[in-house]
């Protein structure tokens, strides 16, 4: 019975803690967006010019592995590459989960 009961306040932690760090992760990630992104892909993730990407409402995961990609030089980008280089895998993971977000 106590077993069960701590099962389930783990449970039910898991549960409020998860959408809080969602969101951390998200507001960390605008910080990285308006201080390395927002010149080019926009302070909502809608760019203003024909070459640069829209980036909001993209999956995380993709915009995850296309920033790593760019910093491997798997996905060769002038532009990109160096602004990649600045950034923590925190700070990729972040910014992905902000412009997912928006
Ligand atoms: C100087 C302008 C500039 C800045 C600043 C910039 N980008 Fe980009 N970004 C580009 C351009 C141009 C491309 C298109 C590259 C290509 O043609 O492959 C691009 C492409 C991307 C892509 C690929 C999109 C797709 O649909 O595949 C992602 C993701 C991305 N940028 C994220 C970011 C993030 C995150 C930041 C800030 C950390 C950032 N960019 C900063 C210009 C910029």
């Known amino acids: 019975m106590k077993i069960k009961s701590l099962f389930y306040s783990a449970a039910m932690m898991a549960v ?15 910080t990285v967006a308006d201080v390395h992104c927002q010149a080019c892909h926009g302070a ?17 995961q993709y915009l995850i592995k ?3 990609d760019f910093a491997s030089g798997k996905r060769p980008d ?16 972040a910014v992905a989960a902000y412009y997912s977000s928006l």
């Open 16 to 30: 409020f803690i998860s959408p809080q760090l969602a969101a951390d992760q998200v507001e960390a990630g605008r």
């Open 44 to 60: 909502n993730g809608i760019s203003s010019a024909p070459t640069w990407p829209n980036l909001a409402g993209q999956k995380q």
């Open 66 to 68: 296309q920033l790593n």
């Open 78 to 93: 002038p532009v990109m590459a160096p602004i990649v280089d600045r950034l923590s895998e925190e700070d990729i993971a």
